[in-house]
């Protein structure tokens, strides 16, 4: 069975400092990794994927996200965090080949500090 | 533009009634599904559907019903052997086939008393 694990709840930095956030995926076969963004009260945005096209993956709002398999991992990071971009992360993934459901980390809440 | 709609935005309902959550998208997908998100945990999958006219259940699908009669709406239906059903809930769609993202709508926050 697939899962996808977010280490840390909630990340908290400083305006201007970079961000990490971090995600773990299981998965037997090669995976189809995404990040998506949500603001409070609203629906999830997709801020960017991975499909095996290129390990590192550029999405909107200046992210960026690496696919390392050697560590089966998917971190997103942000060189200079806005005020703007605290929200709640999540990491999802389904596998190649198999049914359409994916399956989602916990969440990570960023906090940014002025 | 195309997108997913949920209606209303807000629901209040008394316990004991059922309540049905509207979602239509006209993104001419093939999958639909709802999700349940409450503080601290996460999103968690109530029921998918694949294909017009089927579906199954997700992973809390207890106390909840859908139906797919046409390709663009997936109403959810929160009957009154739900226990909690005070929460955010999340429709959401996507092609079948190949890396394609899920799209959601803004959502529908429910408020049972």
């Known amino acids: 069975a697939q899962s996808v694990t977010q280490l840390g709840s909630h990340v908290s930095v400083s305006e201007g400092a970079l961000v990490l956030l971090r995600c773990n995926y299981s998965?037997?076969?090669?995976?189809?990794l995404f990040w998506y963004v949500q603001y409070p009260n609203q629906g999830l945005q997709l801020l960017l994927k991975y499909t095996s096209a290129a390990t590192l993956v550029k999405g909107i709002n200046g992210f960026e996200a690496e696919f390392k398999k050697s560590e089966t991992s998917f971190h997103l990071t942000k060189p200079s965090a806005h005020m703007s971009d605290a929200a709640e992360y999540f990491c999802?993934?389904?596998?190649?080949?198999?049914?359409?459901?994916?399956?989602f980390g916990r969440g990570t809440s960023l906090i940014v500090h002025p | 533009d195309g997108g997913i709609t949920q209606s209303p935005k807000y629901l209040f309902r008394k316990e004991g009634q059922n309540v049905t959550l509207s979602c239509e998208q006209n993104?001419?997908?093939?999958?639909m599904y709802w999700y349940r998100q409450d503080p601290g945990q996460g999103l968690r999958l109530i029921y998918y559907?694949?294909?017009?006219?089927?579906?199954q259940k997700g992973d809390i699908a207890e106390g909840y019903s859908v139906s797919r009669e046409k390709k663009e709406s997936f109403p959810l239906t929160v009957t009154s052997a739900q226990k909690n059903p005070t929460a955010f809930y999340l429709c959401?769609?996507?092609?079948?086939?190949?890396?394609?993202?899920?799209?959601f709508g803004n959502g529908t926050r429910l408020t049972v008393t």
């Open positions: 559907s694949q294909i017009v006219n089927d579906f």
């Open positions: 959401a769609s996507t092609n079948t086939g190949g890396s394609s993202p899920l799209h």
């Open positions: 999802a993934s389904y596998s190649s080949g198999g049914s359409y459901i994916p399956t």
């Open positions: 993104l001419n997908h093939d999958a």
């Open positions: 998965s037997s076969v090669p995976p189809y």
